[in-house]
């Protein structure tokens, strides 16, 4: 059963992972605009957002998440050593084992939403964007 340290834990550490990824993929989508600008201009709006970005997204979402896992872990658990509760949850008794559940909740929820992109959501997705470089990207 999980405990309120719990699911305070999960959910802080699932939103430090989202707002990572969600920064990275800004950084990126900046940088492809850059790099594409001139085809972007050519093609009509409503296809470079709905069937360009909207299926580029996924894939490099699913590309930074193992990653970005990572660096959530590193950021979410330096920020709670920083504010003493790592200790506070040690001193009252909580082993490793029981500190690291949360963390190993966290990760299979981001496990199983990275196997359901790459499952289902990117290998249609890629075929509208490879179909939309074609036409407009060259």
């Known amino acids: 059963m999980l405990k309120k340290l719990d699911l305070y834990i999960i959910r802080k550490f ?25 085809s972007f201009l050519k093609a009509p709006l409503e296809a470079t957002i709905f069937d360009y970005f909207v299926n580029f997204l996924p894939y490099f979402a699913n590309q930074f998440s193992p990653l970005f896992t990572f660096i959530a872990v590193i950021f979410f658990t330096s ?33 199983i939403f990275t196997y359901v992109l ?12 490879i179909e939309y470089q074609n036409t407009y990207v060259k």
Request: charged share 15%.
């Open 14 to 38: 699932l939103g430090t992972f989202v707002f990572a990824i969600f920064l990275i993929l800004a950084i990126t989508v900046m940088f492809d605009i850059n790099e594409k600008l001139d």
């Open 79 to 111: 920020k709670l050593a920083d504010n003493s509760e790592i200790i506070a949850m040690l001193a009252s008794g909580m082993s490793f084992k029981r500190l690291m559940r949360p963390y190993m909740i966290s990760a299979a929820v981001i496990a």
């Open 118 to 129: 790459s499952a289902y959501v990117i290998p249609p997705a890629n075929i509208e964007r």
